[in-house]
């Protein structure tokens, strides 16, 4: 439930034209150190074109976050990006509540987060495809930081067994 389906370093090498090859239609990404730092308010130039990217070849694009409508609002709005604010992940509602507002189905979807346990662990228990991205931040808010300290174990665990082969960038 942990393991995701892809891991890359960051949401610029996920390329609109390998989605589409994949029949993927749609993306429902987490915002905090997924896409900029955790206290970042806005989109960087290079995000903004990579948006801009999956835009072009049709690809829709729900933002879904357990931080707060402020926060998500404030980043979201200006990129005309839908969101959903508070999601509860790994619980399963605002997954569900995503790609319906996008009417696409769940295997024309992925997740993209930078968390196993509630991104990867959310994807994964909703039957989507999940791809892990290195934080974007070394720092994090104050639960994360618990989070993180259970994932770099099961980490740990998957790099021992040969299942997941990548180094976090210093």
């Known amino acids: ?38 206290d970042r308010p806005n989109a960087t130039p290079k995000l903004i074109e990579w948006f801009k990217s999956m835009q072009d070849e049709g690809i829709l694009v729900t933002i879904v976050s357990n931080n707060n409508e402020k926060r998500v609002k404030a980043f979201a709005d200006p990129l005309a990006i839908p969101f959903i604010f508070q999601a509860r992940k790994p619980m399963g509602r605002a997954f569900r509540k995503a790609i319906k507002n996008m009417n696409v189905k769940r295997e ?33 808010g104050f639960i994360t930081k618990f989070n993180r300290r ?13 299942l997941i082969h990548w180094e976090e960038e210093n």
């Open 1 to 38: 439930m942990f393991l995701p389906n892809e891991h890359v370093q960051n949401v610029f090498h996920i390329r609109p034209e390998d989605l589409k090859e994949r029949g993927v239609k749609a993306i429902i990404t987490d915002l905090d150190n997924t896409l900029v730092e955790w």
């Open 108 to 140: 024309e979807t992925v997740v993209i987060g930078d968390q196993l346990l509630t991104d990867v662990l959310g994807g994964n228990r909703n039957q989507f495809y999940t791809i892990l991205v290195v934080p974007v931040a070394q720092t994090d």
């Open 150 to 162: 259970v994932e770099r174990r099961i980490m740990n665990f998957f790099k021992r067994k040969g």
